[in-house]
C-alpha cells in the first residue's frame, strides 16, 4: 500500500513562504510523476504543479508559476513545493499525488494515490 504524508502548511501572513513536503513509502518513488493540487472551500480541486519521474520537467498552473516551485528527491523518496509571495486566495488545503504517467498530469484522473492534505492558511 502507497502512502503519501503531507508536511509544512500552516498560517502565514500575506508574502510569506511555506515549503510543503510529501514523503512517499515504498522503494520505487523515481517510477512516478508526482503533483500537487489544493482545494478551497467550496470549491474544486485543482492543479498546482507536477513533476516528471526524474524530475526533469515540470509544469504549473498559469497562475502560480511565478511563485510556485515543486522539486523532488528521489533519493529520500520526498517531492516538495516552494510557495512564494503567498496571497489570501492560496488558502486550501494542498494535496500530493502518485502518477503512473508522465502526460496529463495537470488532471486529477492521471494519478492513482493522493495524500490526506496539509491545510495552508494565508492571512491578510
Known amino acids: 500500500q502507497v502512502q503519501l504524508v503531507e508536511s509544512g502548511g500552516g498560517l502565514v501572513q500575506a508574502g510569506g513562504s511555506l515549503r510543503l513536503s510529501c514523503a512517499a513509502s515504498?522503494?520505487?518513488?523515481?517510477?512516478?510523476?508526482m503533483g500537487w493540487f489544493r482545494q478551497a472551500p467550496g470549491k474544486e480541486r485543482e492543479f498546482v504543479a507536477a513533476?516528471?519521474?526524474?524530475?526533469?520537467?515540470?509544469y504549473y498552473a498559469r497562475s502560480l508559476k511565478d511563485r510556485f516551485t515543486i522539486s523532488r528527491d528521489n533519493a529520500k523518496n520526498t517531492v516538495y513545493l516552494q510557495m512564494n509571495g503567498l496571497k489570501p486566495e492560496d488558502t486550501a488545503v494542498y494535496y500530493c499525488a502518485r502518477s503512473s504517467v508522465d502526460s496529463g498530469l495537470a488532471s486529477r484522473s492521471s494519478y492513482d494515490y493522493w495524500g490526506q492534505g496539509t491545510q495552508v492558511t494565508v492571512s491578510s
Open positions: 513533476t516528471s519521474r526524474g524530475g526533469g520537467a515540470t
Open positions: 515504498g522503494r520505487t518513488f523515481s517510477n512516478y510523476a
